[in-house]
């Protein structure tokens, strides 16, 4: 347990560095991460989603990037998103997007963030796509539920995400009843103050507001890669009446490949989470951070000769 609490840590440092961030976009999708990213082109992207679509299963798609330092970065992801739904539109494939809002310019006016935001919902809405904001780490979280509140006014086919391990979470899931909220147990480090520290107490509360939002909530994204709760919730669902049109299953691209197919094929929905562009790093430490298992992705990656 020590030796995957440094690893975690580790991880999670690297993720935030941006000098080897801005060294890995010229390596390319090396060391393992072409397991779990879909390409750097919206082509690329469109094909794994095309296979995934064949096997009976449905896609959120990420175009990376967070943390971005000017408007300028900013407003080419921006059109970056609007040029990715045109494209989910145009190919026909069954998918949703998720977005950052650092990677929109949260962390350099929030307004500007707003601004861009509509941008991308006028084209979501154009081609009727549902667009989920992804959850950062804490310092961002209440900023990203006040952006969310302003763009419903407008688009209701739109949603975020409650990370388990922070103590506010339950509240937010009350207060938030009326939105399709993906659930998650939380990626990013935070301290003790705002977040629980044991796996334990955060297993617990991942299944408390799942269960919450199963009974009171509108639609319920259950976004993890543990079978034991995942079989909790199909066990939930079955004794409390709770159709299977209520809620999804999500999984990671390039991770438990042979649970997503069963899980699909058992007639659940099995939405596939597909990040795919440049500024895979940041996204890839964290894969890292997740679970010790993934760093084989990083050793099998570097001796590949992709």
């Not at 494939?93 to 006028?122: A, P, W, Y």
């Not at 407008?154 to 506010?168: F, M, W």
């Not at 999984?251 to 197919?261: A, D, I, S, V």
Request: aromatic content about 10%; glycine content about 6%.
């Amino acid at each position: 347990m020590v030796i995957d609490k440094v690893s975690r840590n580790f991880f999670l440092f690297l993720s935030h560095n941006r000098l080897i961030s801005s060294g890995a976009k010229k390596w390319g999708l090396k060391f393992g991460a072409s397991q779990v990213v879909a390409g750097v082109k919206i082509d690329e992207m469109l094909q794994a989603l095309k296979k995934l679509n064949s096997q009976g299963l449905v896609c959120t798609v990420d175009h990376l990037g967070e943390y971005v330092k000017t408007k300028e970065e900013a407003e080419e992801s921006t059109e970056m998103a609007c040029q990715t739904l045109e494209a989910i539109s145009q190919s026909g494939v069954s998918s949703h997007m998720s977005v950052k809002l650092t990677q929109l310019g949260l962390d350099i006016d929030e307004q500007f963030c707003l601004d861009n935001m509509k941008k991308i919902v006028r084209t979501a809405k154009k081609h009727q796509i549902f667009i989920r904001i992804d959850m950062e780490d804490y310092s961002r979280c209440q900023k990203t539920l006040n952006i969310l509140a302003e763009l419903r006014k407008d688009y209701e086919d739109i949603g975020t995400v409650i990370q388990a391990y922070l103590h506010r979470a339950e509240k937010d899931v009350d207060e938030m009843s009326q939105f399709s909220l993906r659930l998650v147990k939380g990626a990013y480090k935070e301290s003790a103050k705002v977040a629980y520290q044991d796996k334990e107490k955060v297993d617990e509360n991942y299944l408390t507001i799942i269960k919450k939002h199963l009974v009171q909530g509108k639609y319920t994204a259950i976004a993890t890669h543990d079978h034991h709760i995942i079989d909790q919730v199909k066990q939930f669902a079955a004794d409390n009446n709770i159709p299977i049109s209520r809620f999804e299953f999500q999984m990671l691209y390039g991770m438990r490949t042979e649970l997503q197919k069963s899980i699909a094929d058992e007639g659940y929905t099995m939405r596939v989470y597909v990040p795919f562009g440049k500024d895979w790093y940041g996204y890839f430490m964290r894969r890292l951070a997740e679970r010790p298992q993934n760093v084989m992705f990083a050793v099998r990656g570097l001796f590949s000769k992709k």
